[in-house]
Nanobody, 116 residues
Framework: QVQVVESGGGLVQPGGSLRLSCAAS??????????MAWYRQAPGKQRELVVS???????TYVESVKGRFTISRDNAKKTVYLQMNSLAPEDTAVYYC????????WGQGTQVTVSS
């Protein structure tokens, strides 16, 4: 089964940027057929799907991140990226990647903290 490892989080000031990476194991051909998504879970809140990208590259975003976040993928590297700009304190959360259905084993996530 495909497994994922998230990385790239950290502490950033409001208005700053981060790029998250999600590296998948297994076959690149199989990975290329998966739609993938980024989720986040803020303290005391449920995990929410933030953005997704289909196998063909079509993307969907929740309203709160539109214009600030960009998802992309490199199928040859079996990696999904999340470029986050204009970060705000409300973006503070642990960020995870998975399929839009959450069908893969969840990784440990990567912590993003936006604070001055």
């Amino acid at each position: 089964q495909v497994q994922v490892v998230e990385s790239g989080g950290g502490l950033v000031q409001p208005g700053g940027s981060l790029r998250l990476s999600c590296a998948a194991s297994g076959s690149a051909i199989i990975f290329s057929t998966y739609s993938m998504a980024w989720y986040r879970q803020a303290p005391g809140k449920q995990r929410e799907l933030v953005v997704s990208i289909s196998s063909r590259g079509s993307t969907t975003y929740v309203e709160s991140v539109k214009g600030r976040f960009t998802i992309s993928r490199d199928n040859a590297k079996k990696t999904v990226y999340l470029q986050m700009n204009s970060l705000a304190p409300e973006d503070t959360a642990v960020y995870y990647c998975n399929t839009p259905r959450g069908s893969l084993k969840w990784g440990q996530g990567t912590q993003v903290t936006v604070s001055s």
